[in-house]
């Protein structure tokens, strides 16, 4: 059941920032109390929404490394433009939302249970 739940706020994450904009930009609230509201769901979205590095640190070390090694060695080739380029990638992919990585952390702990 949690699953579900966790996986529909994933798909409502966009539907919270179109709302808190369309609120903050046309309908200009005056009220403290709906203002500090807003304020609070903001806060808990841009929380949830950070990103952490959970990759490999190993790897990029190790892949760097081998791209020094063939630019050292070969210069600057095709492959070296691909192989930065994978490691970049790889890099950004390996940022995570703080929700998933929650996400994961229910799950073990679901298991655990068990």
């Given at each position: ?9 994933r798909?409502?994450s ?12 046309y309908?200009?609230?005056t009220?403290?109390?709906i ?14 929404t ?25 210069g ?39």
């Open positions: 059941m949690a699953k579900i739940w966790l996986q529909s706020q798909q409502t966009n539907i919270y920032e179109t709302g808190l904009d369309y609120i903050n930009k309908l200009l609230p009220n403290t109390d203002i500090e509201r807003i304020k609070v769901f903001s806060d808990v979205y841009a929380d949830r950070r990103r952490a590095f959970t990759g490999s640190k190993w790897i990029i070390g190790c892949s760097a490394a081998v791209g020094v090694l063939f630019v050292w060695s070969g600057i080739t095709t492959f070296i433009f691909i192989h930065f380029l994978g490691l970049l990638f790889y890099i950004l992919s390996s940022r995570t939302s703080f929700y998933t990585i929650e996400k994961g952390c229910l799950d073990l702990v679901a298991v655990l249970e068990y």
